[in-house]
């Protein structure tokens, strides 16, 4: 090996390629200024981008105005428009995030959103993945209960129709699905069942639900249901709601799911049948496994677009985090101040939904891993 | 855990109940032992707390302040009927609700009283199984207008753009006055308060049409009110007033004459800061009886006889809470139907005797 090594040139290192080529600039050549009907697109683009984000920045910084002594807006409406009147969110914030929730209690309100971040996080890190985890959530739902509604610890009594903000979104979105799913799976295996009954029950169920709109369903929960009810006898308005969330979710969901069990090859059945599993074991461990795997992004998808479809429980008069902020600017100070409002409650929504979907991407590529050879 | 076994108790009744109500052959004890009080006093007073209905959020009558507390005429009118059962005007539950829910959730039991800014109408009164005990408030549907635009009347709307909110009334009121009048416009209809007003101040319409009590409103967050007119006419009635369960005479009784004890208050000149002092040395006879010092008024409605005065201190009279709430958003009570009736307005309250 020596004798060969000397005998043979000291290799010249490769040449880098052109700095034209490769790195940033070799990518904007390629990809921006390719030809020139490219590079005139690009350039108005570049423009315009730029144009935009500084109209922004002056508006949402430069000129923006943060706060204004006890209601006084003039120095909000002097700006006319050229500046963001950041002082409505510095006033009502507390408002949008926790709504009518007693002042000084809101606190509670506050460990409730992040119990339910905490929650949300453990439950995506798979090395939590274990039955423990029902545990948990039971016991941050439980204490969830406790905080909103107190009356025990030393908590003041807070009745569920002063709940209001992200707190009600984050309940209806989190409840809706943790009980859609599981009664999704059912509704979505009933449907594939061979047994008659069953099998109408579902389809009878998914398609009903799926035949109306959220809202007429909500409006059912809450203008119908009650007039059923003998007099005095109420159910918690938010609990109504809640229920209409879960029945409408599950059928949209027992349908993707479905998809994913269609979707499974006829082999896998037949081969757990040979090895002489159960109806329950085939499902739990050979069926359900990898038909959900299959369905992830339209399972998050649908998860996405249910958090959002919470809002809609502003036409029963319940006030989610859009609602809060909708009143919020209905006072006469602060009256115009739409824009404002609505960029802040849509970022909030964003970044929950963002998270989401950031992390069913991750959660595709590593479960789907064994596919990619 | 506990309290999602709450809900689900709950649930678990709510289910068990309505079997009760569909088999009541199999169940008769059960859906007996389940019926409510019908006395909205008594329940009321087992409860600890009056119930009230309240619109969602509207300026000056209903809505949350900064800190979530609500505020607002209706919602004073929550507390002086608390007052008045109570002598503590803050024990009232405010349940939002929307104009499609709020009448569900008074006929359901959920809510005792609605003080919803609701329009008293004859098929409302007696189709949907209510009872209106009082008019705290005069609305009527107005228009707005650029005091540029130089128009004085709308008799001279003809050919104009008129923007109008969907679905409550207002549309149908806008098109029948027209019609009324021969005027023809072009209606701009737009579902958003935030949005109606922006196309109104950008020019898209030439006026625009609201209760006159919301033009007010609009006005008062303009950049400079003084811009923008208010034209005299008003194209409607609009009589807003408390709605109770039909059937229960006594609990009307309290909510129409916790009105009247505001308005005589305001007659007899005694006012939240003046009470104490008019309970001590007011000799009226009238005064006398409204504060209890005479007469039985008070157990006469089932409550203690110093109920008006609770009112009194807690809320004031009618021109105080008006002054506080509907003065600052724009609302002129004189020469509008609200003044008492010795300035010639329809506030008008039978005697205290």
């Known amino acids: 090996m020596s004798t060969t090594a000397i005998a043979n040139p000291i290799p010249t290192p490769a040449r880098p390629a052109p700095i034209t080529l490769v790195g940033p600039i070799g990518w904007m050549r390629a990809n921006l200024f390719a030809g020139w009907v490219s590079s005139l697109v690009s350039l108005l683009l570049l423009f315009l981008i730029v144009k935009w984000a500084l109209g922004f920045i002056e508006w949402g910084v430069i000129n923006a105005v943060w706060s204004v002594p006890n209601n006084q807006t003039q120095a909000c409406r002097d700006l006319r428009g050229t500046g963001a009147c950041w002082a409505v969110i510095t006033e009502k914030h507390r408002f949008i995030l926790f709504g009518t929730y007693p002042y000084e209690e809101q606190w509670r309100a506050f460990a409730a959103i992040l119990i339910f971040i905490a929650l949300f996080i453990v439950s995506a890190l798979r090395r939590f993945w274990r039955k423990e985890l029902l545990l948990v959530w039971v016991a941050a739902l439980g204490s969830i209960g406790v905080l909103m509604w107190g009356g025990v610890l030393g908590l003041a009594y807070v009745p569920q129709e002063r709940w209001g903000g992200l707190v009600i ?168 101040f739409g824009i404002e409002v609505y960029l802040t409650v849509g970022f909030i929504y964003f970044c929950f939904c963002f998270a989401m979907s950031r992390y069913s991407q991750n959660l595709e590529a590593e479960l789907n891993r064994h596919r990619v050879r | 855990m506990l309290a999602f076994g709450q809900i689900f108790s709950r649930a678990l009744r709510a289910l068990a109940l309505l079997g009760t109500v569909a088999l009541p052959a199999l169940a008769p004890g059960a859906a007996q032992a389940q019926q409510a009080p019908a006395n909205t006093l008594d329940a009321i007073r087992a409860r600890g707390a009056l119930v009230c209905g309240v619109n969602t959020g509207l300026a000056g009558f209903a809505q949350p302040d900064s800190q979530g507390v609500w505020r607002g005429f209706d919602i004073d009118y929550c507390r002086s009927v608390a007052a008045a059962i109570f002598g503590d005007a803050s024990k009232v539950r405010y349940v939002p609700t929307t104009a499609q829910s709020r009448f569900t959730a008074l006929q359901s039991g959920e809510v005792d009283v609605l003080f919803r800014n609701t329009t008293w109408t004859l098929s409302r009164d007696t189709s949907l199984g209510l009872d209106f005990p009082a008019v705290n408030f005069y609305d009527g549907q107005g228009f707005m207008v650029k005091k540029s635009a130089g128009v004085n009347s709308a008799l001279e709307l003809n050919g104009a753009t008129i923007c109008v909110q969907p679905g409550t009334t207002t549309e149908q009121n806008l098109t029948d006055w027209a019609r009324a009048n021969n005027i023809r416009f072009t209606p701009v209809v737009i579902e958003r308060l935030e949005e109606v007003v922006a196309a109104y101040v950008a020019g898209r319409c030439d006026a625009y049409t609201t209760d006159a009590s919301g033009l007010a409103a609009t006005r008062s967050a303009q950049p400079t009110p003084a811009d923008h007119v208010i034209l005299p006419e008003v194209i409607s009635k609009e009589p807003l007033g408390p709605a109770v369960r039909q059937g229960d005479a006594r609990f009307a009784d309290i909510v129409r004459w916790s009105h009247f004890a505001m308005l005589v208050a305001e007659e007899l000149n005694i006012t939240a800061a003046n009470a104490a002092q008019a309970l001590a040395s007011d000799q009226r006879p009238e005064a006398l009886r409204l504060l209890g ?55 008008y309250a039978p005697p205290f005797r």
């Open chain 2, 293 to 347: 010092k005479t007469g039985d008024l008070g157990k006469m409605l089932g409550l203690d006889n110093a109920w008006a005065l609770n009112i009194i201190k807690a809320v004031g009279n009618y021109g105080e809470v008006f002054a506080r709430h509907l003065t600052p958003i724009g609302l002129q009570r004189a020469r509008s139907p609200n003044a008492m009736y010795t300035q010639g307005g329809l506030q």
């Open chain 1, 169 to 336: 979104t984050l309940i209806l979105a989190t409840f809706g699905l943790a009980f859609a799913f599981p009664l999704a799976i059912l509704v979505a295996l009933g449907r594939r069942s061979r047994l008659p009954a069953i099998k109408a029950l579902c389809v009878i169920y998914v398609e009903l639900i799926r035949g109306v709109p959220l809202i007429s369903l909500l409006f059912m929960a809450s203008v119908m249901f009650p007039l059923f009810l003998p007099e005095g006898m109420n159910i918690d308005k938010l609990l109504r709601a809640q229920i209409a969330i879960i029945l409408f979710a599950g059928a949209y969901l027992a349908e993707v799911v479905r998809g994913g069990l269609q979707a499974l090859s006829r082999g896998q059945y037949e081969a757990a049948d040979a090895l002489g599993l159960s109806y329950w074991k085939k499902t739990g461990f050979i069926v359900l496994p990898q038909a959900l795997r299959l369905v992830i992004p339209p399972l998050v998808n649908t998860f996405i677009g249910f958090f959002k479809d919470t809002s809609l429980v502003l036409i029963i008069g319940i006030f989610d985090l859009l609602t809060a902020g909708k009143t919020a600017i209905i006072e006469p100070a602060w009256q115009g």
